[in-house]
């Protein structure tokens, strides 16, 4: 998120007049607030949290998946007046992962082949049991009945946990460095339980109406950035100790993104 958010406010500082500031460490539960009271303008965000989340619009799943991003474009723009801008590229669900040699030794490729492992632990973040799209739904949809609860913890300790071997299965993001650098398995969502978490700019109506400039500047980013891109930036950051900010510029660069 952070790294969205310079790529955000670096589009906008170098192809507006505006003055961009960032408001670092803000908490998911309060952002809508924030937006709609005005003390942030813009933010990067999920379509499938702001389908489900209860903050927002509290919508089932639909079975046509293709149709959440349109549904959440109408619906927050009518009942909160916030624009969701043209889509980044990056699809940020959940994602069960598994190490290789778990994944070999229990032939696992699926969320479904969890149900023939009971005995695997899973870990989860503090979230993921409570949420609408968390954990009740995903063990029904896929008759998960695990020896042990899911263990929650802080989502910075997910893969230490895999790691230490006081875990089998993560259930992290799908744009996790982690995936890539611990060449772990993701298994697939083959029942279709998650919905889509393609992220874009959320973006007040007032602030567009006063400034239409925003809308065209951040839609130059649209397909730009998809899960593998996110993940060499996240892992720029996590592994290689760069700045946010310096990861977000090398980037924009890369694309051509900085020039008039």
Same mark, same amino acid.
């Given at each position: 998120?952070?790294?969205?958010?310079?790529?955000?406010?670096?589009?906008?500082?170098?192809?507006?007049?505006?003055?961009?500031?960032?408001?670092?460490?803000?908490?998911?539960?309060?952002?809508?607030? &924030?937006?709609?009271?005005?003390?942030?303008?813009?933010?990067?965000?999920?379509?499938?949290?702001?389908?489900?989340?209860?903050?927002? #619009?509290?919508?089932?799943?639909?079975?046509?998946?293709?149709?959440? &991003?349109?549904?959440?474009?109408?619906?927050?723009? &009518?009942?909160?007046?916030?624009?969701?801008?043209?889509?980044?590229?990056?699809?940020?669900?959940?994602?069960?992962?598994?190490?290789?040699?778990?994944?070999?030794?229990?032939?696992?490729?699926?969320?479904?082949?969890?149900?023939?492992?009971?005995?695997?632990?899973?870990?989860?973040?503090?979230?993921?049991?409570?949420?609408?799209?968390?954990?009740?739904?995903?063990?029904?949809?896929?008759?998960?009945?695990?020896?042990?609860?899911?263990?929650?913890?802080?989502?910075?300790?997910?893969?230490?946990?895999?790691?230490?071997?006081?875990?089998?299965?993560?259930?992290?993001?799908?744009?996790?460095?982690?995936?890539?650098? #611990?060449?772990?398995?993701?298994?697939?969502?083959?029942?279709?339980?998650?919905?889509?978490?393609?992220?874009?700019?959320?973006?007040?109506?007032?602030?567009?109406?006063?400034?239409?400039?925003?809308?065209?500047?951040?839609?130059?980013?649209?397909?730009?950035?998809?899960?593998?891109?996110?993940?060499?930036?996240?892992?720029?950051?996590?592994?290689?100790?760069?700045?946010?900010?310096?990861?977000?510029?090398?980037?924009?660069?890369?694309?051509?993104? #900085?020039?008039?």
């Amino acid at each position: 998120g952070r790294i969205l958010s310079e790529i955000i406010r670096q589009m906008l500082v170098a192809h507006s007049r505006l003055r961009v500031g960032l408001v670092p460490n803000m908490g998911n539960n309060i952002v809508l607030q &924030s937006l709609r009271a005005g003390t942030i303008d813009v933010y990067p965000e999920y379509t499938g949290n702001l389908l489900t989340g209860k903050d927002a #619009l509290g919508l089932d799943v639909p079975a046509d998946k293709a149709r959440i &991003s349109a549904t959440v474009r109408q619906g927050m723009q &009518s009942r909160f007046h916030l624009v969701l801008l043209d889509l980044f590229g990056l699809n940020n669900t959940y994602a069960l992962c598994v190490p290789r040699a778990t994944a070999e030794r229990d032939g696992l490729q699926r969320i479904s082949d969890l149900a023939h492992a009971p005995e695997l632990r899973v870990v989860v973040d503090l979230e993921f049991l409570d949420r609408p799209d968390g954990w009740r739904g995903l063990a029904l949809a896929y008759g998960l009945h695990p020896q042990q609860k899911p263990r929650q913890i802080s989502p910075d300790l997910l893969y230490r946990a895999l790691e230490g071997g006081e875990a089998d299965v993560v259930c992290g993001f799908a744009t996790d460095w982690q995936i890539d650098a #611990l060449d772990l398995v993701v298994l697939a969502d083959d029942r279709g339980y998650f919905p889509l978490y393609h992220a874009a700019p959320l973006v007040r109506e007032a602030l567009l109406n006063r400034h239409p400039e925003v809308r065209d500047i951040l839609n130059r980013l649209v397909g730009r950035i998809d899960d593998v891109t996110m993940r060499r930036l996240n892992a720029a950051v996590a592994l290689g100790k760069r700045s946010e900010e310096a990861v977000a510029r090398e980037f924009l660069a890369e694309q051509k993104l #900085l020039g008039p």
